[in-house]
């Protein structure tokens, strides 16, 4: 799970397109990043590509998963 100073000086959350486009809110473990889980990270990039998502960040190198999110 993210935690909070880093989801807003990292991930940059609630600043517009520089927001971390690889945060994503599961119901069971609050923010967490995508960027490491292959099967969401080829559908953000692809909502990216399609223009339909707000955040446009690529803020870090992403975080290992413990334990990894289902895709």
């Given at each position: ?5 880093r ?7 609630g ?19 995508a ?6 990270a080829?559908q ?6 399609q ?8 803020n ?5 998963m413990d ?5």
């Amino acid at each position: 799970m993210l935690e909070d100073p880093r989801l807003k000086a990292i991930c940059r959350i609630g600043q517009g397109a520089a927001c971390c486009r690889y945060v994503v809110l599961t119901p069971d473990r609050g923010f967490q990043c995508a960027k490491l889980n292959p099967t969401l990270a080829r559908q953000i990039a692809w909502r990216q590509q399609q223009q339909t998502m707000g955040a446009r960040g690529d803020n870090c190198a992403g975080l290992p998963m413990d334990p990894p999110m289902d895709p």
